[in-house]
T-cell receptor
């Protein structure tokens, strides 16, 4: 079955430290991959997406993600966390033949400590 | 200009009532969606319309009925509201297939008391 897994429902980092949020998918065909961010009481905003081509994708606010087909992963990173990065992060996948819908991971709450 | 707008943002109602949530997008997209986010932040698709035609209808109680009067609007009507319907409902839109991302509204927080 096709699925999306985000390891770690809560991640805490110190300000200035590396942010690493993990996302794995289960599919025999590489899907389209997305990361969204949700700030409190707001909608979801696209951070970045992987389509085809370069496997390292750069997004907004200094975030980037690397698609690794062999590991079926699309982990999100940021070299230096800022207090404003505190939010909920969702990995989303559009599987082949999924009639356009996005399947979301369970989300990771990122806390940035001063 | 707001790309995907939902009204109302907050909705508090009693069990058994009927309510509607409206959604409009001004992006010219051909596909619109309703997602439900539960108290644990889990997002699950409910419905999807492409050019006013229903293309996704997940396992949702038939008390929930989407209506798309045109490509720019997708409303959600809920009959006989139950406590378990309390959640945040997001409208979204996208264009075409493949790598296109979905754009989300701000959400409607529904509380059933």
């Amino acid at each position: 079955a096709q699925s999306v897994t985000q390891l770690g429902s809560h991640v805490s980092v110190s300000e200035g430290a590396l942010v690493l949020l993990r996302c794995n998918y289960s599919s025999s065909v590489p899907p389209y991959l997305f990361w969204y961010v949700q700030y409190p009481n707001q909608g979801l905003q696209l951070l970045l997406k992987y389509t085809t081509g370069a496997t390292l994708v750069k997004g907004i606010n200094g975030f980037e993600a690397e698609f690794k087909k062999s590991e079926t992963s699309f982990h999100l990173t940021k070299p230096s966390a800022h207090m404003s990065d505190a939010a909920e992060y969702f990995c989303a996948v559009r599987f082949s033949g999924s009639a356009r819908q996005l399947t979301f991971g369970s989300g990771t709450q990122l806390t940035v400590l001063p | 200009d707001t790309a995907v707008s939902q009204t109302p943002k907050y909705l508090v109602t009693q069990m058994g009532n009927d309510k509607s949530i409206k959604c409009e997008q001004n992006l010219g997209h051909d596909t619109m969606y309703w997602y439900k986010q539960d108290s644990k932040k889990f997002l699950k698709i409910m419905f999807s319309y492409n050019n006013k035609e229903l293309i996704i209808n997940e396992t949702v109680p038939n008390r929930f009925s989407p209506k798309s009067p045109d490509k720019a609007h997708l409303n959600l009507h809920i009959n006989s509201l139950e406590l378990g319907d309390s959640a945040v409902y997001f409208c979204a839109s996208s264009q075409g297939e493949g790598a296109t991302e979905a754009f989300f509204g701000q959400g409607t927080r529904l509380t059933v008391v």
